[in-house]
């Protein structure tokens, strides 16, 4: 979130006030405060004023500045004082019914699973497996365990059904004033961006902005462009200012920088902390053995091991992954998620009483293709602890948003009725023939969508792509690929007369160049 003109700033100062105290930096700020009262240059009759200075010429209030930043990006916009939690969460009924009705739909076939292979949600790992695993811990993709009879709790095609499913119950069907929303899946109204005003919020797209990405421009040469940008890079890092580091990323980021980049703009900081609590996850993981594990495993065998860039990095994988799914500072995203953590009843030690507690404890249950969220961030960071950190902070501001239900203008939902109105509105005989031939647009999209792309592009290519991701704050950038996609390959997609035809056309995009084609899509047709 960042703040909305005329929302009262003392709300949201108070709540960044609040979240802000006992952390890290906040411990620091404190120290470095004191500290500083012994300096010389500190006078007790301007001592608020001196402290102040010398706290920005220690770098400090840079840090803070970036701490409060990184706040703005992830609070919840604040609503009436007296509206329910829920509401904030999602303010539409229809939506959150959708998303409880489909959280129930995954924690019974999490549980069916359980009952038929007679395996425990969690057991306690003998100390022999404890510290065969220890020894393991770099190496574990050599020793998985047999997977065969695991399979995905759902794949994204099963979470499309539910998509399409949708429907505003306050809505009279009689009344819709358009045809064409009858003619995509997503039968929803909600309020997306046009191409008009998509302009307006990507100007640093359009061809009077150099771009990393593009190889030829007409009115600057583009050695000239990146080496110019590449000077530019290095003063923002320099700098370290997440703001100026976002902005940078708009015009992408250099290969050289974009690691340092990304840290910064997520204000993702190698702190002891984050090395501390890393460490602490991984002894979670050696201790205990969770039914999860298994549909990790199996992810990362199905998709990442699979892949020609990502197959190398599958220690990495496990590593990451397993960590991530017993991190319990990741369920304070469920107060701006729409999504609630899924809970399941166990036993107390004496078997007397059932309690429910939160499963997997991080509240996030793998699906399939969900180690690709983490894969191309294997290329930027080589030490487990700082991909990490990224890998979370990029999965509570974006990634969740791409598997739950939501009106949120970056939410799945918008996102697919975005794509589908892209290519209604400017593509119209294209849709019209690719509904009629049975192959919906959405269908052979909706994976490219759920994904970010991972696994589709090549990786140079997905980055670049990412990069913006960052640097507009939005995954709407997604969607105006998918749709530029479509518009790229149109020639070829008039000519099929199935769905099957329709997706060979669509199946490699690994030669595609990102950049190029959002644009064209955006800034050169004639809508």
């Given at each position: 979130m960042m703040m909305d003109e005329g929302s009262d700033p003392s709300v949201t100062i108070a709540q960044i006030v609040q979240r802000l105290k006992g952390t890290y930096l906040h411990s620091q700020l404190e120290k470095q405060a004191k500290e500083c009262l012994h300096g010389p240059e500190i006078k007790l009759e301007s001592l608020k004023d001196d402290v102040r200075r010398w706290l920005k010429a220690s770098g400090w209030e840079r840090?803070?500045?970036?701490?409060?930043?990184?706040?703005?990006?992830?609070?919840?916009?604040?609503?009436?004082?007296?509206?329910?939690?829920?509401?904030?969460?999602?303010?539409?009924?229809?939506?959150?019914?959708?998303?409880?009705?489909?959280?129930?739909?995954?924690?019974?076939?999490?549980?069916s699973m359980c009952t038929e292979l007679g395996i425990p949600?969690?057991?306690?790992?003998?100390?022999?497996?404890?510290?065969?695993?220890?020894?393991?811990?770099?190496?574990?993709?050599?020793?998985?365990?047999?997977?065969?009879?695991?399979?995905?709790?759902?794949?994204?095609k099963d979470f499309l059904e539910v998509l399409i499913g949708l429907r505003n119950p306050n809505n009279d069907r009689s009344e819709e004033v358009t045809v064409r929303s009858h003619w995509g899946l997503i039968q929803v109204s909600?309020?997306?961006?046009?191409?008009?005003?998509?302009?307006?919020?990507?100007?640093?797209?359009?061809?009077?902005?150099?771009?990393?990405?593009?190889?030829?421009?007409?009115?600057?040469?583009?050695?000239?462009?990146?080496?110019?940008?590449?000077?530019?890079?290095?003063?923002?890092?320099?700098?370290?200012?997440?703001?100026?580091?976002?902005?940078?990323?708009?015009?992408?980021?250099?290969?050289?920088?974009?690691?340092?980049?990304?840290?910064?703009?997520?204000?993702?900081?190698?702190?002891?902390?984050?090395?501390?609590?890393?460490?602490?996850?991984?002894?979670?993981?050696?201790?205990?053995?969770?039914?999860?594990?298994?549909?990790?495993?199996?992810?990362?065998?199905?998709?990442?091991?699979?892949?020609?860039?990502?197959?190398?990095?599958?220690?990495?994988?496990?590593?990451?992954?397993l960590c991530f799914s017993r991190d319990t500072s990741v369920l304070e995203h469920f107060n701006y998620n729409s999504a609630t953590p899924p809970k399941s009843s166990i036993h107390s030690k004496s078997g007397s009483e059932q309690y429910s507690v939160v499963y997997p404890p991080n509240g996030v249950i793998p699906f399939h293709g969900f180690s690709m969220y983490v894969a191309p961030l294997c290329f930027l960071y080589n030490e487990p602890s700082k991909l990490y950190s990224v890998f979370k902070e990029m999965y509570i501001r974006y990634f969740f948003r791409l598997h739950s239900i939501s009106s949120h203008p970056s939410g799945l939902v918008s996102l697919c009725l975005q794509f589908e109105r892209l290519l209604q509105t400017h593509l119209p005989q294209l849709f019209y023939h690719l509904r009629e031939i049975g192959a919906q647009p959405l269908r052979i999209a909706f994976k490219w969508i759920v994904r970010a792309f991972s696994g589709y592009l090549s990786t140079d290519q997905l980055l670049l792509l990412w990069d913006r991701i960052l640097g507009y704050d939005s995954l709407e950038i997604v969607t105006v690929l998918a749709a530029a996609v479509f518009a790229f390959r149109a020639e070829n997609l008039m000519e099929v007369t199935s769905l099957a035809s329709a997706e060979a056309v669509l199946a490699d995009l690994s030669t595609l160049k990102v950049m190029p084609l959002l644009q064209i899509f955006l800034f050169a047709t004639a809508f």
């Open positions: 840090k803070l500045q970036n701490a409060v930043y990184r706040e703005l990006h992830i609070l919840p916009p604040p609503g009436h004082p007296r509206a329910p939690l829920e509401h904030t969460k999602e303010p539409l009924a229809y939506m959150r019914k959708a998303q409880a009705g489909w959280e129930k739909r995954i924690m019974k076939s999490l549980n949600l969690a057991r306690k790992r003998p100390v022999p497996e404890q510290k065969e695993l220890t020894k393991k811990w770099n190496e574990m993709g050599t020793d998985e365990p047999e997977l065969t009879k695991f399979r995905p709790v759902y794949a994204p909600l309020n997306v961006c046009d191409i008009s005003q998509m302009r307006e919020t990507y100007p640093e797209l359009s061809f009077t902005y150099g771009q990393l990405g593009i190889d030829d421009h007409t009115h600057v040469p583009q050695d000239l462009f990146e080496s110019e940008h590449i000077r530019v890079g290095k003063k923002v890092v320099s700098a370290q200012d997440s703001a100026a580091a976002q902005q940078y990323s708009r015009q992408g980021c250099p290969t050289g920088l974009r690691a340092q980049l990304w840290t910064l703009i997520l204000n993702s900081n190698s702190d002891p902390e984050d090395l501390t609590h890393y460490e602490q996850l991984k002894a979670r993981v050696i201790h205990h053995d969770l039914l999860v594990d298994n549909l990790i495993y199996k992810d990362v065998k199905l998709t990442a091991s699979n892949d020609d860039y990502y197959f190398v990095f599958e220690d990495y994988l496990y590593q990451v992954l």
